[in-house]
């Protein structure tokens, strides 16, 4: 079943990750995994992994939702301003990021966020 090949995945992932700690994509993978699973405490581990060993765009967005995901409107801001700083063209994350926001009713913060981030690129 598809449920049975998820957690077997998940299992998978959590190995690699253990055996290191500096896969890349096996952590992106898995921090999804976790947070959709609401499992913050995991989540958080596996983001301090990407901190440490990966700390771009895709990172600084799983950063946004982690802080979204917990509330966190002042980090979830800051993160994102984070995000927009460092991002070249990876839009994609950016995209997450802003959703990641919105779904956790941070749209006006967000808003604010957007329009500083904005007015010191073009200053």
């Known amino acids: 079943s598809k449920a049975d090949d998820r957690a077997g995945a998940k299992v998978a992932l959590i190995r690699a990750v253990e055996l290191d700690p500096s896969y890349a994509f096996a952590c992106h993978r898995l921090f999804d995994?976790?947070?959709?699973d609401k499992e913050p405490a995991e989540a958080r581990t596996v983001l301090g992994h990407l901190q440490r060993h990966d700390p771009g765009?895709?990172?600084?967005?799983h950063?946004?939702?982690w802080f979204a995901a917990k509330g966190d409107t002042q980090a979830a801001c800051q993160s994102l301003a984070?995000?927009?700083d460092i991002t070249e063209h990876e839009w994609d994350a950016v995209d997450r990021a802003?959703?990641?926001?919105?779904k956790a009713k941070m749209a006006e913060p967000l808003a604010a966020q957007l329009?500083?981030?904005?007015?010191s690129l073009l200053a």
Do not use: G, K, Y
Request: charged share 30%.
């Open 115 to 119: 329009d500083r981030s904005i007015t």
């Open 33 to 36: 995994l976790h947070l959709e």
């Open 82 to 84: 984070r995000l927009l």
């Open 98 to 102: 802003v959703e990641a926001m919105v």
């Open 57 to 61: 765009d895709w990172t600084a967005t």
């Open 63 to 65: 950063e946004v939702e």
